[in-house]
């Protein structure tokens, strides 16, 4: 018998105002072994899934209609890399969500430099990044918006549902975070938040390294390009010992003083 969260607390899940979603999504250890709970708004029957075998561990309970499930998996108290299988609404075939275990993804270090303003790469840890978790291969995103109360990452992996993958917040940054299973370059996806006075907002990705052209305005799952390494006569060309050419030009004081040249001419000639 699964332990059902709050009716509260469900209803702010799919109202998508709900802070603190990992607290209630997922696995957690109870008396009765380990419990699975997952949001699958439009999903009509779901299974746990065991990753790494395909065998069905559970069948999970639709609590709600609007697509909450739970359930238990007796005599096993330890998270495992697991998946949600079953029949979907749309698409209209079964499919499957991974459940992967629930890891912070920014590294301590990673934090304490982007809290200073020193992180020289900001780059490798903000925006979308192809990762692979617990053997499940999919897509990291981290944001930073402090002053957010919700932040969900929305793109063509989850019909851009806001509701479907709600992001942790990192209180000691205000940064945002949230691996996707199966999300994969060349997808499109976008930051639906809450701000601060209640107002919801879709925001594309400003780490992003790939956008859809004018005048659509998605971010696009793109990996970092190859680092190319520089030539041996461009790094000799910013040597100490090298002569250097500077070029500095201020074309509106050069009219100014022009104009100011002339009409002394001028009042000198009477």
Same mark, same amino acid.
């Given at each position: 018998?699964?332990? $059902?969260?709050?009716?509260?607390?469900?209803?702010? =899940?799919?109202? +998508?105002?709900?802070?603190? /979603?990992?607290?209630? @999504? #997922?696995?957690?250890?109870?008396?009765?072994?380990?419990?699975?709970?997952?949001?699958?708004?439009?999903?009509?029957?779901?299974?746990?899934?065991?990753?790494?075998?395909?065998?069905?561990?559970?069948?999970?309970?639709?609590?709600?209609?609007?697509?909450?499930?739970?359930?238990?998996?007796?005599?096993?108290?330890?998270?495992?890399?697991?998946?949600?299988?079953?029949?979907?609404?749309?698409?209209?075939?079964?499919?499957?969500?991974?459940?992967?275990?629930?890891?912070? $993804?920014?590294?301590?270090?990673?934090?304490?430099? =982007?809290?200073? +303003?020193?992180?020289?790469? /900001?780059?490798?840890? @903000? #925006?979308?990044?192809?990762?692979?978790?617990?053997?499940?291969?999919?897509?990291?995103?981290?944001?930073?918006?402090?002053?957010?109360?919700?932040?969900?990452?929305?793109?063509?992996?989850?019909?851009?549902?806001?509701?479907?993958?709600?992001?942790?917040?990192?209180?000691?940054?205000?940064?945002?975070?949230?691996?996707?299973?199966?999300?994969?370059?060349?997808?499109?996806?976008?930051?639906?938040?809450?701000?601060?006075?209640?107002?919801?907002?879709?925001?594309?990705?400003?780490?992003?390294?790939?956008?859809?052209?004018?005048?659509?305005?998605?971010?696009?799952?793109?990996?970092?390009?190859?680092?190319?390494?520089?030539?041996?006569?461009?790094?000799?060309?910013?040597?100490?010992?090298?002569?250097?050419?500077?070029?500095?030009?201020?074309?509106?004081?050069?009219?100014?003083?022009?104009?100011?040249?002339?009409?002394?001419?001028?009042?000198?000639?009477?």
């Amino acid at each position: 018998m699964s332990e $059902l969260p709050d009716r509260d607390a469900i209803n702010a =899940l799919f109202a +998508g105002n709900y802070a603190d /979603p990992f607290s209630l @999504l #997922g696995m957690h250890r109870t008396q009765q072994g380990l419990e699975v709970r997952a949001l699958l708004p439009e999903a009509l029957e779901v299974w746990v899934i065991e990753t790494s075998t395909g065998r069905k561990l559970a069948q999970l309970v639709c609590e709600d209609a609007r697509g909450f499930f739970s359930g238990v998996i007796p005599r096993r108290k330890k998270p495992v890399p697991l998946s949600a299988g079953g029949e979907l609404a749309r698409p209209a075939k079964p499919g499957r969500r991974c459940l992967s275990l629930l890891v912070r $993804l920014l590294q301590e270090m990673d934090l304490w430099l =982007l809290a200073e +303003g020193t992180h020289l790469r /900001p780059y490798e840890t @903000l #925006g979308a990044h192809g990762d692979v978790i617990d053997g499940v291969f999919g897509t990291r995103f981290c944001v930073w918006a402090p002053n957010a109360r919700r932040v969900s990452v929305v793109g063509d992996f989850n019909f851009w549902d806001g509701r479907r993958h709600p992001m942790r917040l990192r209180q000691e940054l205000g940064i945002w975070e949230l691996f996707v299973p199966g999300a994969v370059n060349g997808q499109l996806y976008k930051y639906e938040i809450i701000d601060a006075n209640g107002e919801l907002r879709i925001k594309a990705d400003p780490y992003a390294f790939e956008a859809q052209m004018r005048p659509q305005t998605a971010s696009m799952i793109c990996g970092l390009p190859e680092p190319v390494e520089m030539k041996a006569e461009r790094k000799a060309a910013n040597a100490f010992d090298a002569p250097i050419s500077i070029y500095e030009v201020h074309l509106g004081l050069l009219a100014s003083s022009h104009r100011q040249q002339l009409l002394a001419e001028l009042q000198r000639a009477g």
